[in-house]
């Protein structure tokens, strides 16, 4: 399926980006790039309606934007092209099947994204990853909800969990997450199309994993309330540093404790336990 990259320059970069983004979070993009200029922004060709900025009440800085189209066999040309491997806090690397094994830190994760989006190289993945790391993942049972390329369902298993459910609506997402899972030596990480409806059947889960969006994250909260139990932890990211309270109120609501967040270059991912 072809995706249009809308590459945006923004001056100043901040906080011009974040507000630029956090209004285009209302749009169906599926994912955001920040960078030192400003950033880029993935949607679905079938979903690009073009922009109508007008609409948004801007702040106090200037951008233009060009657009591209990115055909379904032209994005593993592209990330061979610019896909360097990702080492995380000396700890856990991230590299493509193309890439050299290193063995230079305790856990590796071999990820082929496709037109999926979870390489490492984005804030929100390396924001959840460390905070997986730590906690006590050994014999978890793990959702991941918006799974894309599958990439922290297979490290929730190189952690330990025992039963992980990865769920995307994209039909690439599946099939890239259901390959990246068996390139790892997880066959058996249950990836599934669809979206929060398919947690009506799914259990409980010991962790919940959700790095998507701020307005998907607040619509779907009481879904993942649902398929807690006392203590479930749910790591939330994919959002602005601004974001926060207005999430911690959410998941509160929803019967979740706030318990922490941290930062990387303004996106945000918590911690919560549910009560």
Same mark, same amino acid.
């Given at each position: 399926m072809?995706?249009? #990259?809308?590459?945006f320059?923004?001056?100043?970069? &901040?906080?011009?980006?974040e507000?630029?983004?956090a %209004? ?10 920040a ?5 880029? #922004?993935?949607? /679905? ?5 073009g922009?109508?900025? $007008?609409e948004?009440? =801007?702040?106090?800085? !200037?951008? !233009? ?19 360097n ?11 493509a099947?193309?890439?050299a +094994? !290193?063995? +230079?830190?305790?856990y ?9 989006f979870?390489?490492?190289h984005? &804030? ?6 460390? &905070? *997986? *790391?730590?906690?006590? *993942?050994?014999g978890?049972?793990?959702? $991941?909800?918006? %799974? ?5 369902a297979? =490290? #929730?298993? /190189? ?6 459910l ?5 039909e ?14 997880f066959?058996?990480?249950?990836i ?9 059947? @799914?259990?409980?889960? $010991? ?8 307005n998907?994250?607040?619509? &779907?909260?009481? #879904?993942y309330a649902a398929?807690?139990? +006392? ?17 911690k109120?959410? !998941?509160? @609501? ?6 922490r ?10 911690l %919560?336990?549910?009560?």
């Open positions: 072809p995706y249009i #990259a809308y590459h320059l923004v001056t100043p970069p &901040q906080p011009g980006s507000i630029l983004m %209004c285009l979070g209302e749009l169906p993009f599926e994912s955001f790039d960078n030192e200029t400003g950033f880029t #922004a993935y949607i /679905r060709e079938e979903d690009d309606k922009l109508n900025l $007008d948004f009440s =801007l702040g106090d800085f !200037t951008f !233009t934007y060009s657009t591209e189209k990115i055909e379904d066999s032209n994005w593993n040309e592209e990330w061979e092209k610019n896909f491997p990702i080492v995380i806090d000396d700890k856990l690397t991230i590299r099947p193309f890439h +094994q !290193t063995n +230079q830190t305790k590796e994760l071999i990820i082929m994204p496709k037109m999926s979870g390489t490492g984005h &804030q929100t993945t390396r924001l959840v990853c460390r &905070q *997986m *790391m730590e906690l006590e *993942m050994g978890a049972e793990v959702l $991941d909800m918006g %799974c894309g390329t599958g990439v922290l297979i =490290l #929730a298993a /190189r952690l330990g969990a025992k039963k992980i990865g769920i995307d609506i994209d690439w997402c599946v099939e890239n997450a259901m390959e990246n899972c068996i390139g790892n030596g066959p058996e990480i249950r599934n199309k669809g979206g929060v409806e398919l947690l009506k059947t @799914a259990g409980t889960f $010991d962790i919940i994993l959700a790095n998507i969006n701020k998907i994250l607040k619509d &779907q909260m009481r #879904a398929c807690s139990k +006392q203590g479930t932890r749910l790591l939330l990211s994919g959002f602005f540093t601004t974001d926060v309270e207005e999430l109120s959410v !998941t509160e @609501a929803a019967g979740f404790r706030f318990i967040s941290s930062s990387e270059n303004e996106w945000a991912m918590m %919560c336990e549910h009560r």
